[in-house]
């Protein structure tokens, strides 16, 4: 049983004397307690501290520009895209000439098609012209004015080209018989004869080559917003005097 030394827990009859040395405990051995980590490692200096070297990455070229010879710098730039100019379609109106003592008149045709006696855009006109101090019978200059001028054809017939026909047109028209005041009724005749914007409505525009020229609303908005009629009789009272002397 692999017993080696055995201790009986009494006194046995007629056994031998024990020996003193197997009744002895051997003592357990003792180990000193480990030290925290904090405590093993050797303390560092506060005024030293470890310098970390900041990698650099130092570009390689790759194998494609190895092969062809370009710096990666050359790879990076692109070719310049080309972007194409937006088709701008030619703008639509018919532009009418009249004239009216020393006024010239370039209203919007409502419909497209010249004036008849009996239109109520006409009508309209002559009420203004009247108010005015005007002949309420003007006199038509020329055919009307229609853009663009041909359906098909590669001829520009852009927002420029048009302003530039419709400026020609009415300095040729000057040129025969002087004006003292331009009207120019409509958004087409204020847009491509005084180059400007209905926030222009209703004011005296100087324009070169044509001299002086007063922006009226259309006349079919005028019908459909009767309430500018008002600002147009005001700026038409500041105007008048122009127009009147000439008369005189």
């Not at 650099?56 to 710098?73: K, Y």
């Not at 098909?152 to 020609?168: I, L, W, Y």
Request: glycine fraction near 6%; charge should be negative.
């Amino acid at each position: 049983m692999q017993v080696v030394n055995w201790v009986p827990r009494t006194e046995l009859p007629f056994a031998a004397p024990s020996r003193p040395e197997l009744l002895e405990m051997p003592e357990l051995p003792v180990f000193a307690p480990l030290a925290p980590a904090a405590e093993v490692q050797a303390p560092v200096s506060p005024m030293v501290k470890a310098v970390e070297r900041t990698k650099i990455e130092v570009p390689r070229p790759s194998l494609a520009s190895t092969r062809t010879g370009a710096t990666p710098v050359e790879e990076a730039v692109e070719a310049p895209v080309m972007v194409k100019a937006p088709i701008v379609p030619p703008p639509r109106f018919a532009l009418q000439l009249l004239r009216a003592g020393r006024c010239l008149l370039l209203v919007e045709l409502p419909t497209g098609e010249a004036f008849q006696s009996r239109d109520p855009a006409y009508l309209l006109l002559k009420d203004m012209l009247r108010a005015a101090g005007l002949p309420d019978s003007p006199q038509i200059v020329g055919e009307p004015v229609r853009w663009p001028l041909l359906v098909r054809g590669t001829m520009d017939q852009g927002p420029e080209a048009a302003r530039d026909f419709v400026q020609g047109f009415l300095s040729a028209r000057l040129e025969d018989a002087p004006c003292v005041c331009v009207w120019l009724i409509g958004l087409p005749a204020v847009r491509f004869a005084g180059e400007a914007e209905a926030e222009s409505f209703n004011r005296e525009l100087q324009i070169e080559g044509l001299g002086s020229a007063w922006a009226v609303p259309g006349l079919e908005l005028l019908m459909e917003e009767p309430q500018r009629k008002a600002d147009v009789w005001q700026a038409m009272r500041r105007l008048m005097a122009r127009w009147k002397e000439s008369n005189d």
